[in-house]
């Protein structure tokens, strides 16, 4: 079936450092596909998504790029920030009901 | 307005109870869920329904009985409670085939 594979963590990075989280995917046909935000005793974010291939997902600096030829979806932020601490997800959905399939997540810890 | 609601926030309980938990959403999906996520961050979604229909029903013991008493709701029931039950339960929301979800913050059961 249908599955995202990402990087397993805990990633810890200084401010302002550069962030890579990699997520692959394994799916028949070119599913959209999405990253989540967990912060700390909160439910999980839609971050942002893309929907075809080469489309590139945006938002709050963060940014994801849908592609084909690597199935990658790889989450990239340029500058990181203490308040980005989280876990990261990425998902896909799949099957006949649309079922949205998670990633392990990614811990990711900024100190200042 | 909180956008997908769930209570309690917490729920500790002795082995073998019964407790039910509440969801409610305010954003006129059509589609709701219930994944439940470990010690280790991993989600797993349990139930889906659509329009009061159930259309997920993943590899979850009968002791968990979802309710869908119309749409805009979707109650989680659990009998004769057991360790391995002890988890953060997340219900979620989303328009029909959607990767879009809308998630609570979450019911952490810790079952003694």
């Known amino acids: 079936g249908d599955s995202v594979t990402q990087m397993e963590g805990p990633v810890t990075l200084s401010e302002e450092a550069f962030l890579t989280i990699n997520c692959t995917y394994t799916?028949?046909?070119?599913?959209?596909l999405f990253w989540y935000v967990q912060y700390p005793g909160e439910g999980l974010q839609l971050l942002l998504k893309?929907?075809?291939?080469?489309d590139k997902g945006s938002n709050k600096g963060f940014e994801a790029t849908y592609r084909k030829e690597t199935t990658s979806f790889h989450l990239e932020k340029g500058s990181v920030q203490v308040s980005d601490s989280a876990v990261y997800f990425c998902?896909?959905?799949?099957?006949?009901?649309?079922?949205?399939?998670f990633g392990k997540g990614t811990l990711l810890t900024v100190n200042p | 307005d909180t956008a997908v609601s769930q209570t309690p926030k917490y729920l500790v309980t002795q082995m073998g109870n019964d407790k039910s938990i509440k969801c409610e959403q305010n954003l006129g999906h059509d589609t709701m869920y219930w994944y439940k996520q470990d010690s280790k961050k991993f989600l797993k979604i349990m139930f889906s329904y659509n329009n009061k229909e159930l259309i997920i029903n993943e590899t979850v013991p009968n002791r968990f009985s979802p309710k869908s008493p119309d749409k805009a709701h979707l109650n989680l029931h659990i009998n004769s409670l057991e360790l391995g039950d002890s988890a953060v339960y997340f219900c979620?929301?989303?328009?029909?085939?959607?990767?879009?979800?809308?998630f609570g913050n979450g019911t952490r059961l810790t079952v003694t």
């Open positions: 998902a896909l959905p799949g099957g006949s009901n649309y079922k949205l399939t």
């Open positions: 979620a929301s989303s328009a029909v085939r959607s990767g879009a979800l809308h």
């Open positions: 893309a929907t075809k291939a080469d």
């Open positions: 799916a028949t046909g070119y599913p959209s």
